[in-house]
């Protein structure tokens, strides 16, 4: 193995076995719908969030990947998160009168990922 190869393999290989900067998953959080809130509070929850708080909603629409489940619950879930993750840098909170919780697991499923952002 010539001296070049180890010289750029060492430090890449010292970065894979690096742990990352952010702890991994432990501190990310996500927003979803209390599964105790009545469905018709989510509703209107949710129609704020998609409507006046700019939350982007496109993909809780038929045909959209986070359309299934089709439950009040899921939807309202994804619209809470999206607008929670864009704007809580800006004072977002995740409340929702009360309609919402954080979370530290990821609620994503296989077609439908709930984004995090820092
Ligand atoms: C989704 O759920 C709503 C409310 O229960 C229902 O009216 C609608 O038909 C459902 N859509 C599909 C494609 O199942």
């Not at 708080?53 to 496109?58: I, Q, T, V, Y």
């Not at 299934?68 to 309202?76: F, K, L, R, V």
């Not at 704007?87 to 077609?111: E, H, I, M, R, W």
């Amino acid at each position: 193995m010539s001296s070049t190869f180890l010289w750029v393999l060492l430090p890449l290989l010292f970065l894979a076995l690096t742990p990352q900067r952010s702890g991994g998953q432990l501190d990310q959080e996500w927003c979803i719908a209390d599964e105790q809130t009545l469905d018709e509070e989510l509703e209107m929850a949710m129609k704020w969030a998609c409507e006046a708080g700019g939350a982007d909603c496109s993909k809780i629409q038929e045909n959209q990947e986070c359309f299934w489940p089709n439950t009040t619950q899921h939807h309202a879930s994804y619209a809470f998160n999206n607008y929670y993750q864009r704007f809580k840098q800006q004072g977002a909170t995740c409340y929702f009168n009360s309609a919402a919780l954080v979370t530290a697991l990821d609620p994503s499923d296989n077609s439908c990922k709930f984004e995090y952002l820092p």
